[in-house]
């Protein structure tokens, strides 16, 4: 392992108590009615809520790649596929579980931006720890 793939690996246990103190939170945004957006009748292509839901799901993804920087999870795509099909399947749910909830109300937006932040979010933390992780492995067969 390179300097840099040792260093960033130190932020493994850190980034898997991010990851689930921020899902954590985000579910308790997502279910409590208190924090509905006010309907004013009219459904805007944008509005600043979707910015939010981008970023809480662009950063839950970088925490869950950071939380699983290892040579096994980065060479494993069968692994790389069920996490990004769970972490969409999370972002549907929870949009299809608000219809239920009194106060909170489904919104295809929503879930679209929760979809956009997941799939920006993989390519920009997965590839370049990806590339790291590569770069270690490479410098450790020749060294």
């Given at each position: 392992?390179?300097?840099?793939?040792?260093?960033?690996?130190?932020?493994?246990?850190?980034?898997?108590?991010?990851?689930?103190?921020?899902?954590?939170c985000l579910l308790f945004l997502?279910?409590?009615?208190?924090?509905?957006?006010?309907?004013?009748?009219?459904?805007?292509?944008?509005?600043?809520?979707?910015?939010?839901?981008?970023?809480?799901?662009?950063?839950?993804?970088?925490?869950?790649?950071?939380?699983?920087?290892?040579?096994?999870?980065?060479?494993?795509?069968?692994?790389?596929?069920?996490?990004?099909?769970?972490?969409?399947?999370?972002?549907?749910?929870?949009?299809?579980?608000?219809?239920?909830?009194?106060?909170?109300?489904?919104?295809?937006?929503?879930?679209?931006c929760n979809a956009l932040g997941?799939?920006?979010?993989?390519?920009?933390?997965?590839?370049?720890?990806?590339?790291?992780?590569?770069?270690?492995?490479?410098?450790?067969?020749?060294?």
């Amino acid at each position: 392992m390179t300097d840099r793939t040792i260093w960033i690996s130190r932020f493994r246990k850190p980034a898997a108590v991010l990851f689930w103190v921020w899902l954590v939170c985000l579910l308790f945004l997502t279910f409590w009615p208190g924090f509905s957006q006010p309907e004013n009748g009219e459904e805007s292509f944008f509005s600043p809520d979707y910015v939010f839901h981008f970023g809480a799901y662009f950063l839950l993804t970088g925490l869950f790649l950071l939380w699983k920087f290892s040579p096994g999870f980065y060479s494993n795509s069968r692994t790389i596929i069920f996490s990004l099909l769970a972490l969409f399947a999370l972002a549907v749910l929870t949009e299809f579980i608000q219809k239920a909830i009194p106060q909170r109300a489904y919104n295809p937006y929503d879930m679209l931006c929760n979809a956009l932040g997941i799939l920006t979010g993989f390519i920009a933390w997965y590839f370049p720890l990806n590339r790291l992780m590569k770069t270690g492995e490479k410098k450790r067969e020749n060294p």
